[in-house]
């Protein structure tokens, strides 16, 4: 045992407050300078995290705390990365659930500490937000406890300790009646508590966690040593799960974590948790170990995909224009790079070699994953995204989502009926406090594509809905799709204002005056069941004959922008979503009217 470290994870529900609680750890541990200025979320470092205030990947930090290093890890808190959260845990002795004093347990809640008790990780509960004036701090500790009880934990883990929280204002207290100045029962209860890490006799063996890629350094592999010494400039092999070697190199480079830093040392003994670089070939769930090892670390399998998208290469006559990597060479390298160090997505080609299957766990992840993609330069066309059937003794099986929403009580009926008519099927209804009800469905996946929008605009954005993978079950049937159709360009060229103007009867805009257009792009939404072609560039008839009154100038309604998420939800199965660097458009995949209506007579020859 390392009497002189502690390692643990900080879990909990999105906006839980888990990366605000590291930032006063770092401050109050002394592990910045008096004077060192700290970004806000410090340890959300990626432009997309701190735009969209979210964690995304899994991180390492490290303060020291009455001579013990306590090694701390900030995990991602939405479902769609629940594959970091699992990785992480193989890496900890104890875990920090982090619950709102207000909200209490929520769905991730659920997911992340079903993964740390299977694990056998006792958790330290910290009730945050403690300071609201809707904080209800006991009756969600009550909540936590039944939660526990109901997720089979054990006597050892039913009896965690609660310390009472916040995380913006920095205290943490054991009673909600003591004094609020600072963090230290928190620090003093995770050295108590938190075992030390167990270390094996024999030669160096770690197990690799998470990857990164280094302009410099190469692949970087983190994990924690399980046993033995690693030291730099060591030859080293490398084994995956089965204990076949993969390759052997020389560590380059050992780095420890140091607060908000990553040092060079030049070893590191068991219970460490280190980053090595010099690897060209492991990646996540491989051994690393001495050329002396023979047995391979067991390594926890991730949960499987729940849905797919297709990548393909974008075909528009826009193409090129915006964007610098445009092949499918490009495009294959970045998506198989990306399933390397991401291992909760999967990575087909297609059968004509021109497109890639991309699974993943929800629309965010694999949303996530596009916006990175367009920000480096790639143009891409996604198709909608579909769900991953299971066929299993001759019946067909589609995911379940456990969908909880927390809703004003006047707008229960409207979500109610939505969430039917997806042939979702309510489980609970209870009321959760300010006139507020939180109902709990089981809905299939491919019901909830594209819902959220519509959620938003039902409950006039007040409602929120979190969703969690609850298991497969049988078919459910048919699901209504969009019952609208769209408002396809014509023609190719720059929108016209008074073309508009005669087009906003026919439904709602996407586009504004000047924005380029192609033939088959989509411009609009009809307001009418079928899809209708116009000419959006069509301009004023001008004469030399005197009109009798003035020229009316034209007033637009502001179009309907979307975001891509919203954009990827929206598209039915013969339509596409066109993402360069600079734009997301909306298309038909035949853009050709006459190839669409040739595709339509085939599919109803078929059906018929």
Not at 261 to 279: F, H, K
């Amino acid at each position: 045992m390392r009497a002189d470290l502690r390692n643990l994870a900080i879990i909990a529900h999105v906006d839980h407050g888990k990366t605000t609680l590291v930032d006063q750890l770092l401050r109050q541990s002394g592990a910045l300078r008096a004077n060192q200025q700290m970004a806000e979320r410090a340890m959300d470092s990626n432009d997309l995290e701190r735009e969209r205030g979210i964690t995304i990947l899994a991180k390492c930090t490290s303060v020291e705390w009455k001579g013990v290093r306590l090694n701390i890890v900030d995990t991602p808190g939405h479902a769609d990365f629940g594959g970091e959260v699992e990785r992480i845990l193989s890496m900890v002795d104890g875990v920090l659930l982090l619950v709102d004093a207000a909200e209490g347990p929520m769905p991730q809640t659920k997911f992340v500490t079903m993964k740390a008790l299977a694990h056998g990780l006792k958790p330290i509960v910290v009730i945050n937000k403690a300071d609201k004036a809707e904080a209800r701090p006991y009756e969600v500790q009550d909540e936590v406890f039944d939660l526990f009880g109901a997720l089979d934990a054990s006597d050892e883990q039913l009896d965690f300790p609660t310390l009472f929280a916040s995380a913006k204002q920095g205290w943490a207290i054991a009673e909600p009646d003591a004094p609020r100045e600072n963090m230290d029962a928190l620090f003093d209860m995770i050295v108590a508590r938190v075992p030390a890490p167990a270390t094996e006799e024999g030669p160096f063996r770690m197990l690799a966690t998470t990857l990164e890629a280094d302009p410099f350094l190469g692949r970087i592999l983190t994990g924690r040593i399980l046993s033995g010494t690693a030291r730099m400039n060591s030859t080293v092999k490398s084994m995956n799960r089965h204990g076949k070697e993969l390759e052997r190199a020389r560590l380059t480079k050992l780095l420890a974590f140091r607060g908000l830093e990553r040092v060079a040392v030049e070893e590191a003994s068991a219970g460490d948790i280190v980053a090595i670089a010099g690897l060209a070939h492991t990646t996540v769930a491989d051994t690393i170990c001495d050329l002396s090892a023979d047995a391979a670390i067991p390594s926890q399998p991730i949960d499987p995909p729940t849905l797919a998208m297709t990548f393909q290469v974008n075909d528009s006559p826009f193409a090129g224009r915006e964007g610098d990597k445009v092949t499918s060479r490009m495009i294959r390298a970045r998506l198989l790079r990306e399933a390397e160090g991401n291992v909760a997505i999967r990575i087909s080609e297609t059968a004509d070699k021109d497109a890639f299957e991309v699974a993943g766990r929800g629309e965010l992840q694999l949303g996530v994953l596009i916006e990175n993609m367009r920000r480096e330069g790639y143009e891409l066309s996604i198709s909608r995204p579909r769900v991953l059937f299971k066929t299993e003794n001759g019946q067909r099986l589609e995911p379940i989502e456990e969908v909880q929403v927390d809703v004003d009580e006047e707008f229960t009926g409207v979500v109610v009926e939505k969430m039917s008519q997806r042939k979702a099927e309510l489980q609970e209804m209870r009321p959760s406090g300010g006139g507020k009800q939180r109902l709990v469905f089981h809905a299939p996946a491919r019901g909830l594509i594209g819902y959220h929008g519509e959620f938003l605009t039902d409950t006039r954005g007040t409602g929120i809905m979190f969703r969690l993978f609850h298991a497969y079950a049988p078919y459910k049937g048919p699901i209504p799709g969009r019952r609208n159709g769209v408002l396809i360009s014509n023609a190719t060229g720059d929108v016209v204002a008074y073309a508009l103007w005669n087009l906003e009867e026919r439904g709602q805009i996407f586009v504004e005056p000047g924005t380029p257009v192609y033939e088959g792009m989509i411009i609009g939404e009809h307001s009418r069941g079928n899809d209708l072609e116009v000419n959006p560039l069509k301009a004023k008839q001008l004469t030399n004959m005197r009109a009798s009154g003035k020229d009316e100038a034209v007033r637009l309604t502001p179009p309907r922008r979307f975001a891509l998420e919203q954009a990827l939800a929206y598209i039915e199965d013969e339509e596409l979503v066109e993402v360069t660097p600079t734009s997301i458009r909306l298309r038909k995949r035949l853009l050709d009217p006459h190839d669409r209506k040739k595709e339509l007579r085939r599919r109803d020859a078929e059906a018929g």
